[in-house]
């Protein structure tokens, strides 16, 4: 069949900077009586490939029906504007994107087949690439969820991931990693164990995640107390230096799929095992580490429900882990309530402040878990006899060794800084006499985002009280923190609503 | 436990209307530093609820850094605008919308959970309230994708679309509806089949959808005939009148969570069983259907491909239809190749004046299969007898009753109109002599929508040859249109580099 060739339009539009924040997703705007837009026949929601200078991405259009814009011009939002870099006065280009191929192996996951690795290769780089929206990202988490992968398929994904960004090297020493599965709030030991492994001697290049459902993520916490988004050569020069460092892993461009599709799980909150799995080994195949710890919290309000799940998940771990060529030891710990007592990044950083200190009021059970992980780790490595890991992580922590070395990767990483304070605090109180039998894991969690953790660092929950305390009427039960008088304000009204996240049994 | 009571801050932002168009999900415009972000904490893409008047809406904030608005005002986006009507002068005050508890059962559902009338019905009813954004209505389309809804789950769907919207009613007659599960190009029997039953005086009130995944749907095609945005007020004026009207369904509100869920299957090319099985009987329950004709096309490029997947989904549809009282008949046609010559809006309608005209070179194939389903209809009502349907059906259109019916029924919808002709078009010929062995239908679908249909109603291909024709070097096999230069151009690249939709065996 012959067709003959003809021209595209070729007329540019001037870019101009709208200052609208559409988060991650590059959004573009147009006006509907511009030529492009009449020549090319886009629409409202339609995806377009915008070219400015030797750069290309797809946004989405969101058409212009008044004078916004001049009709030679193209608005840019700030996520298009930073992918775009364009110079004052550059043109923008247009052309319709590929129809987007990989959607098809989507749509064969959601009819229950199996993706090869190059099916999940050509879904990843499209992500990557920016070259699926949210509606794409979504579907694709939902049709990879609940069970839906198979331990090939999360072998596939996790390489998938490790090779569409950036890999560090660390010349072959042992690296170590942990990681916590989460669920427990307050359970912040990584700011604990990081630099009793770097005392020992460790190699510990640990890159962590924001917040994806929970009031704080690691790198939240961490960065109320030094910065934590590096460049990799930055990263690199404090671990040459202190033998460790605890960044995000969102700015050294590790499996950088993860961080597009968390944004997403954030919103459907929803984080399932074959996706968990490939996104916690694919940044530490990324990161360079060979031996990974994972913190398995069992309980009956955490992420794991029962020993037989957290076995399940370990035998998947360490399956997955084979394959990618880690070593992993996985360990379960208990996760029926609340660690330590802040629950929020700035009142996490202060519970950890206070165990590295070694104050004698610091929060027992933080330290007691940090401990044990330390000691895990540090038999992992094979640089300490089985059995006495916790004894040795234990001396390094009472000598002071761990706090000097944490005060050294902070200057290390940019200079070490005091967590914020709340402005708006309130109490809640026992209403009657008794004895504290539940604290509920997710609902003290949402508490704390309610009153505007992660966003708002200072806030969330600060508990007066663990599993088992006798509490007198009147006594404080738990502090809430917030930033702003509305946050502090929705948090009570939903508390008010939903009081029940701690269980009191009446008696004397 | 206590909480004293707050106040929430109350101070307004003055409306103002931007003109951007984010197509239906609503997006609102906001100031950093205004007051209201400051003191209720949202950033951008958080959900928030918008209260103007006695009206209030779930929007997306998209959070502005510069001066398109001053700090005391808010910008709307059309949608918003459109659902908001504020009055000059306006303040709109802000919530934190409730969290979005029915989203437990999307997770519940991909977790393999079976989802109940109830939970269905939770889901359903946020997502006909706007609270479901785009990325969550993703997730459920996915998670319901496939063949994950058992038949009870589907009756719960249907029921759910069913109760979320307006409902008509025909005061007991027998009421007449036909559905075609579609994937074949051209194959727009309906425009043929509903003027044959109301000049036989059935009782029709069809309410068709526009275009999922094809370059056209009946609504797009009647469009282009005669206006299909009816209110239920004017829709039943058409019916009382003329015994059948062809309209828009979604501009009645019988099922409208359907429309909200097909603009997202539409971005996943995304169309599953139960969902499709929902859609379709919903609509036809609301409409008051209670006869219901399905005509289900196979081929190897059709939707169904098989004559075993056809007799299932004919199963679903009976035994779902059953439940909510519906006769349902199910016939199984050749969807081997396109039907008629026109692919698109107006190309297609053209095609249907030709038969409804007599004329002699009408479209065979959209001829016989219109009788084809117009006799099995008349029969189903059981006002025929058996057997002879066809043929009273072939009299109907023969003596010209069912052209003048037609024409009645586009007076009586708003006036009859000639469907507009593409500005730009292109001859693909025969590259060699031979004969034509397959015609791809989803092909052909694709190059008429990279042409511009639906949206732009003349565009689409003009087919030339049928499977088994001879054909000879440089003959004609079919012809683009299009509205604008840039998508006739893009559909010539795209058919360039995939140029086999239609397969010639060479020879003499």
């Not at 989507?106 to 087949?113: D, W």
């Not at 031996?291 to 997955?320: C, Y």
Request: proline share 5%.
């Amino acid at each position: 069949m012959n067709a003959a060739t003809t021209e595209t339009p070729d007329a540019g539009l001037k870019v101009r900077r709208l200052g609208i924040d559409t988060y991650l997703e590059p959004v573009v705007f147009m006006r509907s009586d511009c030529h492009i837009c009449r020549s090319e026949g886009f629409e409202a929601r339609s995806r377009l490939k915008v070219h400015v200078g030797d750069k290309a991405i797809i946004a989405t259009l969101n058409v212009v029906h008044n004078h916004l814009l001049a009709n030679d011009e193209i608005g840019l939002s700030e996520s298009a504007w930073d992918m775009l870099t364009p110079a004052a006065g550059s043109l923008a280009y247009f052309s319709h994107p590929n129809p987007l191929d990989s959607l098809r192996h989507v749509r064969a996951k959601i009819y229950g087949q199996r993706l090869d690795e190059l099916a999940l290769r050509a879904v990843v780089e499209d992500i990557v690439g920016g070259r699926y929206s949210n509606t794409h990202l979504a579907a694709f988490i939902a049709a990879c969820g609940g069970d839906h992968l198979d331990r090939g398929e999360i072998v596939g994904l996790t390489r998938a991931m490790v090779e569409a960004g950036d890999r560090l090297s660390w010349g072959g020493a042992i690296v170590m990693d942990k990681h916590c599965i989460g669920g427990i709030p307050g359970n912040r030991t990584t700011l604990i164990v990081v630099p009793i492994a770097a005392a020992f001697g460790l190699t510990m290049p640990k890159t962590s995640s924001r917040a994806i459902t929970s009031p704080a993520g690691t790198a939240d916490t961490m960065e109320t107390l030094a910065p934590v988004v590096l460049t990799p050569e930055q990263m690199r020069g404090v671990v040459e230096r202190e033998g460790a460092c605890i960044v995000w892993g969102g700015a050294v461009r590790l499996s950088p799929a993860d961080d597009i599709l968390i944004r997403v799980e954030r919103q459907l909150e929803l984080d399932s095992e074959g996706q968990m799995v490939a996104s916690v080994l694919s940044k530490k195949v990324a990161a360079g580490s060979n031996h990974v710890l994972i913190d398995l919290p069992v309980g009956p309000t955490a992420k794991v429900r029962s020993p037989e799940a957290a076995w399940h998940l370990a035998a998947v771990f360490e399956g997955v882990g084979r394959e990618m060529g880690l070593s992993i030891r996985s360990i379960i710990t208990d996760g029926s309530q609340p660690v330590g007592r802040g629950i929020g990044p700035a009142l996490e950083a202060r519970d950890v402040l206070a165990v590295l200190q070694g104050e004698p009021d610091a929060p027992r059970d933080l330290r007691e878990h940090a401990l044990l992980l330390a000691g895990q780790l540090l038999e992992q490595s094979g640089r300490e006899t089985r059995g006495e890991g916790r004894r040795t992580a234990e001396k390094i922590l009472d000598t002071g060794a761990a706090w000097a070395k944490f005060q050294a990767l902070c200057e290390a990483q940019g200079g070490m800084r005091e967590p914020p304070v709340a402005p708006h605090r309130h109490d809640i109180t026992a209403e009657k006499n008794g004895m504290v039998t539940e604290i509920h894991n997710r609902r003290v969690a949402l508490t704390a985002k309610l009153a505007g953790a992660p966003d708002a660092p200072a806030a969330g929950v600060e508990m007066h009280v663990k599993v088992g305390d006798p509490v007198k009427r009147g006594q404080p039960l738990f502090t809430l923190h917030a930033e702003a008088k509305g946050e502090l304000s929705y948090a009570l009204d939903h508390f008010r609503r939903q009081p029940d996240l701690i269980q009191i049994v009446e008696g004397d």
